[in-house]
């Protein structure tokens, strides 16, 4: 383990090995599904889902999104216990966007809107929690 609550070198060797990679974010409750496979006019794609309900049911979503492609044989995943932007302070971004670039395909163009909208998911929600929105409750409320 380290500062990130994650033994990095692992989770390094997941994404390195991973021909679909199911990263799932604890603080937003969603997962972050990058199918790194390439075949006919199937390219990679990244795309932000709810957290599986079970391996089977990943498999399920995996084959309505690429009908045409095999199933992949395993599904690789770790749990990201830290907020969303400290994927790329670890590091761990740059290696899944080498993975898409040993793909041939243009990792911003793959992963950038599924992660932007993971930022941008995980903004929200703390902006809740902070305002007492929707699933949050404050604790102390301004006097006015």
């Not at 199937?42 to 599986?52: E, M, R, T």
């Not at 089977?56 to 309505?64: A, F, G």
């Not at 045409?68 to 044989?73: E, H, Y």
Request: no cysteine; glycine share 6%; aromatic share 6%.
């Amino acid at each position: 383990m380290d500062d990130f609550g994650v033994d990095l070198d692992e989770v390094t060797r997941v994404i390195g090995r991973a021909k679909v990679l199911d990263v799932h974010f604890e603080i937003v409750a969603q997962s972050l599904l990058i199918d790194f496979r390439s075949a006919g006019t199937d390219q990679p794609f990244a795309v932000v889902l709810p957290k599986a309900s079970s391996p089977r049911d990943r498999l399920r979503t995996i084959k309505s999104l690429r009908p045409s492609a095999p199933l992949p044989d395993r599904i690789m995943s770790f749990t990201w216990p830290r907020n969303v932007k400290t994927l790329a302070q670890a590091g761990l971004l740059a290696k899944i966007r080498d993975r898409i670039s040993d793909t041939g395909a243009d990792p911003a163009e793959v992963l950038g809107e599924a992660f932007q909208r993971l930022v941008t998911d995980e903004e929200a929600l703390f902006r809740n929690a902070i305002r007492g929105g929707e699933g949050f409750q404050t604790v102390w409320e301004r006097k006015t």
